[in-house]
Nanobody, 124 residues
């Protein structure tokens, strides 16, 4: 079993920045592919970003490219999502996800472990 705990959400004005963190436990962190998803009110949960086990490769949904950066620290069992130039449409609950599968994985069904989520609200 893998436990994931997110932190760092909050209220921010449009154009501002937030940094989300997710701490994993229960399994060797370096054996996990990590990702962030988000779910806006009344919407489906959607993929945001993923990073491979080594941290070398990343992939983003088009709407956040150039604004968000995913990174991981295998020594600290953490994955982070740096979010810059936030927009109203970025408002959502953000979820950390993990799986033992290889490569860049972007489907919700690819991930077997999920955190409880952290709310990000962007105001005008």
């Amino acid at each position: 079993q893998v436990q994931l705990v997110e932190s760092g959400g909050g209220l921010v004005q449009a154009g501002g920045s937030l940094r989300l963190s997710c701490v994993a436990s229960g399994r060797t962190f370096g054996s996990l592919t990590m990702a962030w998803f988000r779910q806006g009110s009344g919407k489906e949960r959607e993929f945001v970003a993923t990073v491979t086990r080594s941290g070398v490769s990343t992939y983003y949904v088009d709407s956040v490219k150039g604004r968000f950066t995913i990174s991981r620290d295998n020594a600290r069992n953490t994955v982070a999502l740096q979010m810059n130039h936030l927009q109203l449409e970025d408002t959502a609950v953000y979820y950390c996800a993990a799986d033992s599968g290889l490569g860049l994985r972007i489907r919700r069904s690819d991930y077997g472990y999920w955190g409880q989520g952290t709310q990000v609200t962007v105001s005008s």
